[in-house]
């Protein structure tokens, strides 16, 4: 049987070796042709939500893990200005691997990353149900959002950018449908604009799969983290995964097109119903935007000591 040819080769007289099936898309790729094709697929994304230009200054938060490190190292490939941001919290045999790789790209790429240690600022992740009744998870959020955006603000940064992939999007898309989630699904899109003290987020990866952003990482030989972080077992995000990627795989193409189905045809119509009314005030001990006198990152630090 003749091996299959690389859709892109066949068309420009190249004969490189299949590396990559994308069945959603109908193409068969070799390593080069796979890796120009994720490229241009960033870069058309980027362009058609306006995420960000040339004149940006982006910081991506990088986890270590392979879509953040996969993001930050393509945006440099595609000439943006983006450095990183490396959030220690504290995870034994997770964060310092984590953090391992995040400086290395950060070397190999000639980017700054900065990095938080919230083991100092605050506590270990691990250690921190001493101190608040929230689960890990939701308080690891709650610290995160905060220095992504006090970091970003603080250093001119322009843009945040986060590693979300296609696999991500439609999952939660997924739960808020099933659940009729209307908040958040007219917050659910791959740019959110910067609104007074809060920068503007995006999603870059939003329509690359999972399997793709992996692909791309290691045809790079990016080292990244494999394990899981350990409290990521949220029964319910895992299950939707699941169940997608069951009918995915039943019918090659359905992720994508649920998910940008709904920018498409829903997301514009629940933005234009939308009325957003929160009143910010400023912490009265670090200044960072808050709904509360005091953010409710400072009332941990209070409760800590450490402030
Ligand atoms: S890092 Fe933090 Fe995630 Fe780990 S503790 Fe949960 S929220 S699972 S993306
Ligand atoms: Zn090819
Ligand atoms: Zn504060």
């Not at 390593?31 to 697929?41: A, D, G, I, P």
């Not at 608040?132 to 970003?152: E, F, H, V």
């Not at 250093?155 to 009729?180: K, P, Q, S």
């Not at 494999?226 to 359905?254: D, F, M, V, W």
């Amino acid at each position: 049987m003749t091996p299959p040819k690389c859709t892109i080769c066949k068309t420009q007289n190249t004969a490189f070796p299949v590396q990559v099936l994308l069945p959603s898309y109908n193409l068969k790729l070799c390593q080069k042709h796979f890796l120009e094709w994720m490229e241009k697929r960033v870069y058309e994304t980027i362009e058609k939500y306006r995420m960000f230009t040339k004149n940006d200054k982006i910081l991506v938060a990088v986890s270590g893990g392979k879509d953040s490190l996969g993001l930050w190292f393509l945006l440099s490939q595609l000439g943006y200005e983006a450095n990183g941001l490396y959030i220690d919290l504290g995870i034994p045999n997770y964060s310092s691997e984590s953090k391992t790789y995040a400086c290395q790209l950060a070397a190999r790429i000639g980017r700054t990353l900065h990095i938080v240690d919230i083991t100092t600022e605050l506590a270990p992740i691990p250690e921190m149900k001493q101190w608040s009744k929230k689960p890990a998870c939701s308080l690891c959020g709650t610290i995160k959002r905060y220095y992504m955006n006090r970091i970003a603000r603080e250093n001119g940064y322009t843009v945040l950018a986060t590693g979300h992939n296609l696999d991500d999007e439609a999952a939660v898309l997924w739960n808020n449908v099933m659940h009729w989630n209307m908040d958040y699904l007219s917050r659910q899109y791959p740019v959110l604009p910067a609104e007074g003290p809060f920068l503007k987020k995006v999603k870059p990866l939003c329509r690359i799969s999972e399997k793709e952003s992996a692909l791309y990482t290691i045809f790079h030989k990016i080292p990244y983290i494999k394990p899981e972080c350990p409290y990521s077992t949220h029964a319910s995000s895992l299950e939707n995964k699941r169940i997608l990627q069951k009918l995915e795989e039943e019918k090659p193409g359905t992720k994508i097109t649920f998910y940008t189905g709904f920018l498409k045809n829903l997301a514009p119509l629940l933005h234009k119903n939308e009325k957003r009314d929160i009143s910010l005030a400023f912490c009265r001990i670090c200044g960072e935007p808050t709904t509360t006198e005091i953010c409710s990152i400072c009332q941990l630090k209070q409760k800590m000591g450490k402030i």
